[in-house]
């Protein structure tokens, strides 16, 4: 079955950098456009970013473009997630996504918490 399971939460220094990883089993890495969502507390989930198969067209939100980067390496099922200069209000829990046939599969997510 389809599983996502995230890496990489930290405690990082406002104005910083850090980076995420997400492997993924059970389905055709390759083959499905891979997000980034993340949810802080007493927010909703919101996307991040997203890459297409073959990792051509990422896509950010507007509160993330031009500090985190989003990529993937199909040869090792794996999707990344480059951040730089974190602020305190990218702290949230970072998850993985990928919807096949209607259906959302997440992970667990990862904690990164920036400190002022």
């Known amino acids: 079955q389809v599983q996502l399971v995230e890496s990489g939460g930290a405690l990082v220094r406002s104005g910083g950098s850090h980076g995420l990883s997400c492997a993924a089993s059970g389905f055709t890495f390759s083959s499905w456009t891979m997000k980034w969502y993340r949810q802080a507390p007493g927010k909703e989930r919101e996307?991040?970013?997203?890459?297409?198969?073959?990792?051509?067209?990422?896509i950010y939100a507007p509160s993330v473009k031009g500090r985190f980067t989003i990529s993937r390496d199909d040869a090792k099922n794996t999707l990344y997630l480059q951040m730089s200069r974190l602020s305190p209000e990218d702290t949230a829990v970072y998850y993985c996504n990928v919807r096949r046939y209607n259906s959302d599969y997440w992970g667990r997510g990862t904690q990164v918490t920036v400190s002022s």
């Open positions: 996307l991040v970013a997203l890459i297409n198969p073959g990792g051509t067209l990422p």
